[in-house]
């Protein structure tokens, strides 16, 4: 199920619709969801379980929405050339669309600066674990290293 519908954003846009003979048809604002949501899963896929569901993270599903959103409505405001009302500029003078908002949430959330409360974290066995006492099945293993000795 994808993160936001093409209703949700259009209604990012005053007087913007898909139909059949609009310069984005609702095939094509599909798409451009389709394409935004794996574009989120691919940044947070590293961090949590994807795609997240709303039936197990609908706290999460508030935020993915958004970006989903944002990350669509900008290839639609490029399509139309229209500007969306909610372009900043940064401390650096620069302007900051959609796109790059949702770009900067997602990579908090994959650096974890910001956290998907209820969303189900990523498994480790297709990423990098460390061994240590803690899951180890073993309970004789006692750490190498020792607190506060110079050991180098």
Do not use: C, H
């Amino acid at each position: 199920m994808p993160y936001s519908t093409n209703a949700q954003v259009a209604s990012e846009f005053k007087q913007i619709s898909f139909g059949a003979s609009t310069p984005v048809t609702e095939t094509e604002a599909d798409r451009f969801i389709t394409e935004s949501d794996q574009e989120i899963d691919s940044m947070i896929g590293s961090r949590y379980s994807t795609p997240v569901s709303s039936s197990t993270s609908p706290l999460s599903i508030i935020l993915l929405r958004q970006l989903s959103i944002w990350l669509t409505a900008d290839r639609v405001a490029r399509i139309y050339k229209v500007k969306i009302g909610v372009e900043d500029v940064n401390q650096e003078g620069v302007t900051v669309n959609l796109r790059q908002r949702a770009l900067d949430v997602l990579e908090k959330i994959k650096k974890g600066e910001i956290k998907l409360s209820d969303a189900t974290a990523a498994s480790t066995q297709d990423g990098l674990t460390s061994y240590n006492a803690q899951n180890s099945t073993d309970t004789d293993v006692t750490p190498t290293f020792e607190a506060r000795t110079d050991q180098w």
